[in-house]
């Protein structure tokens, strides 16, 4: 471990920079450090949850006055996807970092950085410091610019304790489920495999593209979808459109989705299982130009529920003995935002009378009454409000539902006219993201969008679809971020056990004594419904269970 501390007289800004390589015999951590981190008036971190997780620290000890230099990069410049401290000093500095791989090698020969010289270590890490105290001005003063200080102070730095918490707390995997599935999905693979291998007529290595290519359009003659410059495109776009072909195309999907589920996911959270029996994945602010968290090391957010199969994964991940998982989302909280954000007068009114969103829309699009929608058109009428939040054409719609273009278009045509505000909105979202090159959510997340100023029509059309969604999106993930922190400090102020675990985008999972399940269920509903104040009733409904699956 290597350290440097500018900054040293009180009422200065403190500013930390270590290199977790290797452990040395640093100064007594709480007497001394810590220390100076409190009696200062800010302590600027570049990292600041991972100087958390070197440090273990206890949430009772956490350094409170402290500003985190990567985070406030992230919302200045929110389109970037990766802040790595170089790029800040060359953005917000004169200084030019030493790119650490040529210090310290590359893969085996790659050497722990008290290892190099002591001149280059302490050059390196004085301008890393001077990166992170340089930088801390002009990327207030950008914030404050854009009316996103208030966003980043309220409610991204509060959540990183919250994240630290969650990551620290982790996750009980119960490996006996894990590998049960495991076996159960290599004998249905193996099953698929037999069929596809039937249907073509010979063996091949499935996985291949070029073999399966071979087989698809060489050897049974189906039609050729797309090349690319070593063969046949195989990918699953092609597939589908080569569903109605073949029944081999549906078989390939299967093994493909099967396959996929048991390396990534029942074989592939094996070794992120430590010796506490848990997985600790990592929740990531600074990814998502939405504002969206993201789950890394592994990604629990991504676990493919649409597939039963998936589903069952979820049986792996268990509370710990006497406990039990508090489970609450909220009722499509991405419509309620457009409800709220366009003020459509019938939209707000049917979330505020409670009645079904998509029976609503049906009974607006279909001209029929309310008791006399089918399920077949509450079915499209959900399609249809969930698409137009991500701004869906009418050829997307006509994939989705398999219906004509011409048919799926009358339908949006027919929402607009039901919901004219909505129209409106998106409209003038569009036509002022052209203008201003960017869109904003409720709390002043703001997202560029450069695909406006394309030239090309595809590139322009994505940029609208982003520009549609993302005040949609971005507000949801914000009121989201809110709960979290809301639910975190209740925890804590009522002095419960119970710990707040997962957030998988709008649902929260907190694990609790069963001694604590009433009171929590009720906390965490009531927080959740109370984040935030809008047009529209926010709705959490919340569950308990005994594993994960239950919870859905």
């Not at 280059?120 to 930088?135: E, G, P, V």
Request: aromatic share 10%; with cysteine; glycine share 4%.
């Amino acid at each position: 471990m290597s350290l440097s501390v500018s900054g040293m007289m009180k009422k200065e800004p403190v500013c930390y920079v270590y290199e977790p390589d290797q452990i040395l015999g640093l100064i007594d951590f709480e007497n001394d450090l810590l220390a100076l981190f409190k009696a200062s008036d800010k302590t600027l971190f570049y990292d600041y949850k991972k100087f958390l997780h070197e440090f273990h620290m206890h949430e009772d000890k956490l350094v409170r006055n402290i500003e985190y230099v990567h985070l406030m990069y992230y919302l200045a410049k929110p389109n970037k996807g990766s802040y790595p401290s170089l790029d800040l000093g060359l953005n917000y500095t004169e200084i030019t970092l030493h790119n650490l791989d040529e210090l310290l090698g590359k893969g085996k020969k790659r050497i722990a950085f008290d290892a190099i010289k002591e001149e280059d270590r302490l050059n390196y890490m004085a301008q890393a410091s001077t990166i992170i105290f340089d930088s801390y001005k002009p990327l207030t003063d950008a914030l404050s610019s854009d009316n996103v200080l208030g966003l980043y102070n309220t409610v991204e730095k509060p959540l990183l304790v919250v994240l630290y918490s969650m990551e620290k707390e982790g996750i009980q995997v119960d490996t006996k489920v894990l590998k049960e599935l495991s076996d159960g999905l290599a004998g249905e693979i193996d099953v698929l495999e037999k069929n596809i291998y039937e249907l073509a007529g010979e063996e091949f290595n499935i996985k291949s593209p070029k073999q399966l290519g071979h087989i698809l359009f060489d050897v049974m003659g189906l039609p050729v979808i797309k090349k690319t410059k070593t063969g046949y495109s195989t990918n699953a776009d092609v597939l589908d459109k080569l569903k109605d072909k073949d029944p081999i195309i549906n078989q390939i999907l299967h093994y493909r989705q099967l396959t996929k589920l048991k390396s990534t996911y029942t074989d592939g959270l094996f070794p992120y299982v430590l010796a506490d029996g848990k997985i600790h994945t990592t929740f990531n602010q600074t990814i998502a130009a939405t504002g969206r968290l993201s789950s890394t090391e592994p990604n629990l957010q991504n676990i493919p529920i649409r597939l039963e199969q998936g589903r069952l994964i979820r049986k792996a991940f268990i509370p710990a003995e006497d406990h039990v998982f508090i489970d609450a989302d909220y009722s499509q909280i991405e419509l309620r935002v457009l409800a709220h954000i366009s003020e459509d007068d019938t939209f707000m009114e049917a979330y505020r009378n409670n009645l079904d969103i998509h029976t609503t829309t049906a009974a607006q699009v279909f001209h029929v009454d309310f008791d006399q929608v089918t399920p077949s058109m509450r079915r499209t009428a959900k399609a249809v409000n969930f698409g137009i939040v991500y701004g869906i054409s009418d050829y997307g719609l006509s994939r989705d539902l398999n219906i004509p273009i011409a048919e799926s278009r009358e339908y949006i045509e027919r929402y607009f006219e039901k919901y004219p505000k909505v129209k409106a909105f998106l409209d003038l979202t569009v036509a002022k993201a052209y203008d201003d090159g960017f869109v904003t959510t409720m709390y002043n997340r703001k997202r560029l969008i450069p695909e406006l100023s394309s030239s090309n029509y595809m590139q322009r059309q994505g940029g609208e679809r982003i520009a549609m969604n993302t005040p949609i999106q971005g507000s949801a993930a914000d009121i989201i971020k809110i709960a979290m922190i809301k639910v975190y400090k209740r925890l804590n102020k009522e002095n419960l056990k119970a710990k707040m675990i997962l957030q998988v985008h709008d649902e929260l999972i907190i694990e609790a004594p069963k001694s604590e399940e009433a009171k929590v269920m009720a906390l965490l509903q009531e927080e959740m419904e109370s984040a935030v104040s809008l047009e529209v009733p926010l709705v959490a409904e919340a569950l308990t269970a005994s594993n994960w699956y239950e919870a859905k």
